[in-house]
C-alpha cells in the first residue's frame, strides 16, 4: 500500500466555464445567497433526524414560536438509544425513554415522518434513508450526526451538524456555511481475498490520521470505488469524518442509479430519465481541480485493526504494533497513553491479541451485505467458548432479510446473539455495553476510550476480521474461513 | 446565546492531541433533552482515572480559559460536548486546531475558539502550570494580554465576532432572505419536478 500526496492548480483555459469538481456543482446548486465577508446561506433539502441531537433543537423553536419550516423534508427515526433486546419497547431507562418520547410528540406535532418501532421502515438513520430511497444523488443532506457522511455514497454533499444547527433546519431549511476545500481520494487497485471497504477507509484514516482532512470534503473515485456495491460504497463515505473530512461523497454512476430504482421513495418510471439526467448533471467536469489529492493502492492491502484509542491508530493485520521511536516525537505520547488504555505492548504483533466481545452492526457495517460476509465466516463453526458476540442489523428492513435468507439462524447457531435494529455497541448510550476492562473486536466506527462502555476497549475492523476473530478467540483474518 | 465579554482568567491545560468529544461528554450522559446538566459530568472519564486532573482541583473552578493541542473535539457531533463545557464555566478555548463540527457548535453557544500558533499554545500549554498564569482575552479588539504585560493579536472571522459579541444565532439573520430562500426552492422545485419527497409524505 503507497499513499501519494499532492495538489494540482486549476486547468481552466481562459474563456471557458470555470471546471468544476462534484462538490463545488452541488455547493453552487445550493448556495440561496453570500455577502460579502459573511457565510453563505446554504439550502439544505433533507434533514434525518433521531432522538439524541433533536429535542433541543425543538425547544428553541417552540420557546421562540417559530414554526418549523418544511417538515416534508424532514425525516426521523429512533436509533441511539433504544434497546436491541427483544421487548425493546419497554424503555428502562428514564431519561433514554423521555428522548424516544419527545421525538415521538415532536413529529406528530409538526407533522414530520416518524420511522417508529416495527413500521418495517425502523433502523439506524444512515441506514434508513438509502433503504427508502430518499438518498439522491446532488442533494444536500445533514443531520445531528457526524457519521451522516454515509449519503455521500449516492453523491450527495451529506454531513453532520449540532443540535443547534438542526434548529437552524427546522426554522429555515438553510444552514450558513464557509465553503468547503476540496479532496480527491483515488482508491487503485483491487482487494486481497479476506479484504473489503472497510480495510480500504481504514487504511486511508491510517495514513491521514484522524484530523488529516479537517476543512475537507473528499471525493472517493478510482476503479476500486466504480467496482464496490453501494453498500460498500456507503461504508467508505461513513468514516469520512474518522480523518476529519466534514464529509465524503462518490459520483452516481450506473450502479447508484440501480440501487434507488424501485424504492419507496425513488422518482417515477416516467420521471426517471429526467432524473438520471438531472443526478448525473453533478458528476464532476473532466480535468477539474481539488485543493489536494491523495492516492491509495489497494492491490497489496491486508485487512486493516486498529491497535489505539482513535480511527487513525490502524495497521494491517500482519504488522506489529508501532514502536513509540518509530511515532513522529509530536504524536508518541498519544500512542503512549493510548497503548496504556488498550494494555497492549509496543512492537507487539496484533494478530493473537485475545477478545471478549465482538460485534457486527452499526450505520457503518449493520447492513445486509455484512451480515452475510459475518454469516458466510460463522457458518459450521461455533464462536469461541470465551468470546460473547452480538449481531444487530442496522435496521428492520435489513433485519427482515436476514431472517429470510435464514442469517439469523446461522448467527444463533454458531453461538452469536441475533438482535433488534439500533446503534447498539457502537456508541455505548443504550443497553449495550462492552463491560469494563473487556476487549471488542468491532465493525463500527470508533475506538474512543470509553466508547462502548465505560473501560471497554475497542478493535476496529471489518465485518469479515470481526467474524474471523470471534470463532478465533483472538484478533485474527478471515482468510482460512473463506471458501 | 450570552454575549461574549472580555474574560480575564486562569487557565486549564489540556496538553492532549485529538481529545474527542466522546472523551469530553461520553454518551452515556447524553440521555437528556435538556441543554443543562452535561458540566458535572466534563471529562468523566479522565476525572475518574485521575484526581489531580484539573477539572477536579479547587484552584481551577473558576477558571474560564482553556489551552488545549491539535484536533481537539474530534469525532461526534454532539453539542453536549460544548454544552458541558460551557457549562462548567469556560468560555475561551485556545489551541492549535479544532475539528470542524465541534467549532461550529461551540460558534453557536458563546464559546470563543482561538486558534494560535503552535509555538505560542505550546508554551501556554508549559506556562499554565503556573496556577498563578491568568490571561485576558479580548475579542472586541482581538488581543490575548499575558501576565508579562506582552500581547497577541489574533485573527478572527468578523461575522462570528459580530455574531459572539452581540450574542446573535443563526436563525434571524438566515430569515431575513425569506424571499431569497422562497425565490430559490421555487427553482429547484421546477428543476426536480421528479422529486417525491412531498407525493410521499404522509
Redesign the interface.
Known amino acids: 500500500m503507497s499513499v501519494k500526496s499532492e495538489s494540482k492548480g486549476s486547468t481552466a483555459a481562459p474563456n471557458q466555464k470555470p471546471l468544476k469538481n462534484i462538490i463545488e456543482k452541488i455547493w453552487d446548486a445550493h448556495l440561496v445567497k453570500q455577502k460579502e465577508g459573511h457565510p453563505a446561506v446554504f439550502a439544505i433539502d433533507l434533514m434525518l433526524l433521531h432522538e439524541v441531537t433533536s429535542a433541543q433543537a425543538f425547544e428553541n423553536l417552540a420557546e421562540r414560536k417559530i414554526p418549523v419550516a418544511d417538515p416534508q423534508r424532514l425525516l426521523a427515526t429512533i436509533d441511539h438509544s433504544i434497546p436491541t433486546r427483544p421487548n425493546r419497547h419497554e424503555i428502562y431507562d428514564e431519561a433514554a425513554r423521555a428522548q424516544v418520547d419527545a421525538l415521538r410528540q415532536n413529529c406528530k406535532k409538526h407533522g414530520i415522518p416518524f420511522h417508529d418501532f416495527d413500521s418495517g421502515t425502523q433502523g439506524i438513520v444512515h441506514v434508513i434513508g438509502p433503504e427508502l430511497g430518499v438518498t439522491q444523488p446532488g442533494m444536500t443532506i445533514v443531520c445531528g450526526d457526524s457519521h451522516t457522511s454515509t449519503h455521500g455514497a449516492f453523491g450527495a454533499l451529506a454531513f453532520g451538524i449540532g443540535t443547534s444547527e438542526v434548529g437552524h433546519v427546522l426554522a429555515t431549511g438553510c444552514l450558513l456555511q464557509e465553503k468547503p476545500k476540496t479532496m480527491k481520494v483515488t482508491f487503485k487497485g483491487k482487494f486481497l481475498p479476506g479484504v473489503y471497504a472497510k480495510d480500504a477507509i481504514l487504511a486511508l484514516i491510517g495514513q491521514l490520521g484522524i484530523g488529516g482532512a479537517t476543512g475537507h470534503v473528499i471525493e472517493y473515485c478510482g476503479d476500486a470505488i466504480k467496482a464496490m456495491s453501494m453498500e460498500e460504497r456507503m461504508t467508505v463515505c461513513n468514516m469520512s469524518i474518522e480523518c476529519g473530512a466534514r464529509a465524503g461523497l462518490i459520483s452516481p454512476d450506473e450502479t447508484t442509479y440501480a440501487y434507488i430504482k424501485g424504492r419507496k421513495f425513488a422518482p417515477s418510471d416516467k420521471d426517471w430519465a429526467k432524473a438520471v439526467e438531472t443526478w448525473q448533471s453533478f458528476c464532476g467536469d473532466r480535468d477539474a481541480s481539488y485543493d489536494r489529492e491523495v492516492v491509495v493502492d489497494l492491490d497489496l492491502l491486508a485487512p486493516m485493526v486498529t491497535w489505539g484509542t482513535n480511527p487513525g491508530q490502524a495497521l494491517q493485520i500482519s504488522e506489529n504494533i508501532p514502536s513509540l521511536r518509530d511515532i513522529a516525537p509530536e504524536h508518541q505520547a498519544t500512542a503512549q497513553r493510548a497503548l496504556e488504555y488498550t494494555q497492549l505492548r509496543e512492537g507487539a504483533p496484533i494478530r493473537g491479541v485475545k477478545v471478549d466481545w465482538a460485534f457486527i452492526g452499526s450505520c457503518t457495517n449493520g447492513r445486509i451485505e455484512d451480515l452475510r460476509i459475518a454469516a458466510n465466516i460463522l457458518k459450521g463453526h461455533r464462536v469461541a467458548e470465551h468470546v460473547t458476540m452480538y449481531v444487530v442489523p442496522g435496521s428492520e428492513a435489513v433485519m427482515k432479510q436476514a431472517q429470510k435468507e435464514g442469517l439469523d439462524k446461522v448467527f444463533e447457531a454458531a453461538g452469536a446473539v441475533f438482535r433488534n435494529p439500533g446503534c447498539s455497541m457502537c456508541l455505548g448510550m443504550n443497553d449495550d455495553k462492552v463491560p469494563s476492562g473487556k476487549r471488542c473486536i468491532s465493525s463500527s466506527n470508533r475506538n474512543f476510550v470509553g466508547r462502548q462502555g465505560p473501560g471497554s476497549i475497542t478493535h476496529l475492523a471489518s465485518p469479515a476480521t470481526v467474524a474471523a476473530s470471534a470463532i478465533a478467540g483472538e484478533i485474527s483474518s478471515s482468510d482460512k474461513y473463506l471458501g | 446565546m450570552d454575549k461574549f465579554k472580555t474574560i480575564s482568567s486562569k487557565v486549564i491545560p489540556l496538553?492532549?492531541?485529538?481529545v474527542?468529544t466522546?472523551?469530553i461528554i461520553?454518551?452515556?450522559f447524553?440521555?437528556?433533552?435538556?441543554?443543562d446538566g452535561y458540566a458535572q459530568n466534563v471529562f468523566r472519564?479522565l476525572r475518574?482515572k485521575d484526581p489531580q486532573f484539573p477539572f477536579n482541583l479547587e484552584k481551577y473552578k473558576d477558571a474560564q480559559v482553556m489551552v488545549v493541542d491539535?484536533?481537539f473535539g474530534?469525532?461526534?457531533?454532539?453539542?453536549h460536548a460544548?454544552w458541558a463545557l460551557y457549562g462548567a464555566g469556560i468560555r475561551v478555548i485556545i489551541g492549535k486546531?479544532f475539528?470542524?463540527?465541534f467549532a461550529?457548535?461551540a460558534s453557536?453557544?458563546g464559546l470563543l475558539l482561538l486558534t494560535l500558533p503552535a509555538m505560542v499554545v505550546d508554551r501556554l500549554l508549559a506556562d499554565a502550570k503556573n496556577e498563578e498564569y491568568t490571561v485576558t482575552v479580548d475579542l472586541e479588539n482581538q488581543v490575548v494580554s499575558f501576565p508579562d504585560g506582552r500581547s497577541l493579536g489574533f485573527e478572527y472571522e468578523?461575522?462570528r465576532k459580530h455574531c459572539l459579541l452581540h450574542g446573535l444565532?443563526?436563525?434571524d439573520?438566515?430569515?431575513s432572505?425569506d424571499k431569497?430562500?422562497e425565490q430559490?426552492?421555487k427553482k429547484?422545485e421546477k428543476?426536480?419536478?421528479?422529486?417525491?419527497?412531498?407525493a410521499?409524505?404522509?
Open positions: 496538553p492532549m492531541k485529538d474527542d466522546d472523551l461520553p454518551a452515556q447524553m440521555t437528556s433533552i435538556s441543554r472519564r475518574d491539535d484536533n474530534c469525532g461526534s457531533s454532539r453539542e460544548v486546531s475539528a470542524d463540527i461550529s457548535n453557536k453557544n468578523a461575522f444565532d443563526d436563525i439573520y438566515i430569515r432572505f431569497e430562500i430559490f426552492r429547484q428543476e426536480w419536478a421528479f422529486s417525491t419527497l412531498r410521499n409524505h404522509p
